[in-house]
């Protein structure tokens, strides 16, 4: 298993390029290394170590370099893409498990593109949201989802598809190395953010005197920061301060609804797959021709959710009847099946469920009890002996957590997977 490192680039090794590029426009410009120097007002020396590709600039280097040879639009991102370098491969979590990634959209290695289907509209979504901000300003897009449903996946997809927008670099934090266990407690995680940006920032001072430099910065760098399953809100806001200028892709299990109200943000409720994309990614984990009933009891078992699919998928062909007997939902939600206690889906689910109040997992265990048929607030209300006013409030807490969705006309439903997991609760 790879570790993955606090703000791994997802840009390119390039280094030889951007210094051939270099010489080439600062020949265009006539200019000498030393009249650049003279300019740009960079070191005599960097700029020699630039064009012999001894060394990673800056991105404040490359800006005034840039500005110096009168670059065009299209010829300072190609700069920028080139010069922004920090490492050529990143490690992405995807579900539990860490995953080399290179950056190149044509050499996405074969593992990724076995782990991803379909995806169009909600890549799309995000294209629009990143749309929508203002030239120059940042963004902050959320792609929340219950455990499992493919969030991390789509946010780096994206990235991958999009990097050449963002000349100042894209950065992966994942949240636990971040934010690690505890509540939201201190500077830390911007400091570490900061730095790990290229940004040289201290821990002492106070948090206005640390940010004032790390703001002028950042500010017009087109840089995108993926922030990895964020477990709230207020994690959002510990760092906001600091890089609010950048491009912000987060990835929640919780929904995000109050900086869409206080910061305009963006938000997109990740789906699970369509029917068509659920077979696909069975006979992708290797249930293909020779399986077929088998395949499709587990796509319909699964309901499209993307981790039961794999996991259901590759337990399967080790114990194909027990799949062909059980109630699937209940046996991908078994860890002991994959040999990997504590990581599992029922173990991602358990996490958000512990966060839950008293009254709203009582109703969770409720609904799973009623048989998981959708409900409108005055069913829970009567089904359930509370005010409707309370019933209200908790359906809204579990919405929050993607553990139930609103279907429309005030109606209330849960996912086949997430009622799954619920009745695991009920029976124990």
Not at 115 to 130: M, N, P, T
Not at 224 to 233: E, F, K, N, Q, T
Request: include cysteine; charge should be neutral.
């Amino acid at each position: 298993m790879f570790e993955t490192p606090l703000g791994a680039s997802l840009l390119p090794e390039t280094n030889g390029q951007a210094a051939l590029l270099l010489r080439h426009f600062r020949s265009r410009a006539g200019l000498t290394q030393e009249e650049l120097a003279d300019v740009s007002g960079i070191s005599v020396r960097c700029i020699r170590d630039l064009e012999r590709g001894k060394t990673r600039p800056r991105p404040s280097t490359l800006r005034k370099i840039a500005d110096s040879l009168s670059l065009d639009e299209q010829e300072q991102r190609e700069f920028f893409i080139k010069g922004m370098n920090h490492l050529p491969k990143l490690p992405v979590r995807l579900g539990e498990v860490n995953m080399p990634m290179n950056a190149e959209p044509a050499e996405i290695s074969s593992l990724e593109s076995r782990s991803f289907i379909g995806r169009k509209v909600e890549l799309e979504a995000v294209s629009r949201a990143f749309q929508r901000g203002a030239a120059g300003d940042g963004n902050l897009i959320f792609l929340v989802g219950m455990p499992g449903v493919g969030k991390t996946a789509l946010a780096v997809r994206w990235a991958l598809e999009n990097y050449e927008r963002f000349p100042g670099g894209v950065y992966f934090f994942d949240s636990p190395t971040a934010w690690g266990p505890g509540p939201v407690e201190g500077e830390r995680p911007l400091v570490l953010m900061l730095r790990a940006l290229g940004i040289p920032v201290g821990g002492d001072e106070g948090c206005s005197a640390m940010l004032a430099a790390p703001r002028e910065e950042l500010r017009g760098r087109r840089t995108l920061v993926i922030l990895d399953d964020v477990p709230s809100a207020a994690h959002v806001r510990s760092v906001l301060s600091g890089i609010s200028s950048l491009t912000l892709l987060v990835t929640s299990r919780r929904r995000m609804d109050g900086l869409v109200a206080t910061h305009g943000a963006s938000q997109i409720v990740a789906p699970v797959l369509q029917d068509g994309e659920a077979a696909q990614l069975v006979a992708m984990m290797g249930l293909g021709e020779g399986h077929g009933d088998l395949a499709e009891r587990i796509s319909q078992g699964c309901a499209g959710h993307p981790l039961a699919l794999r996991i259901a998928s590759v337990a399967s062909l080790q114990y194909p009847e027990l799949f062909r007997r059980g109630d699937i939902g209940k046996i991908v939600m078994r860890d002991d099946v994959m040999g990997d206690e504590g990581y599992g889906l029922r173990s991602r689910f358990q996490h958000e469920y512990r966060k839950l109040p008293a009254e709203a997992a009582k109703l969770f265990r409720y609904l799973a009890a009623n048989g998981g048929r959708p409900l409108t607030v005055d069913e829970a209300s009567a089904g359930f002996g509370v005010s409707e006013s309370e019933a209200a409030q908790n359906l809204s807490v579990l919405c929050s957590y993607n553990f139930v969705q609103r279907t429309g006309h005030g109606v209330y439903e849960s996912h086949r997977i997430a009622r799954a997991f619920a009745q695991t609760l009920v029976a124990t």
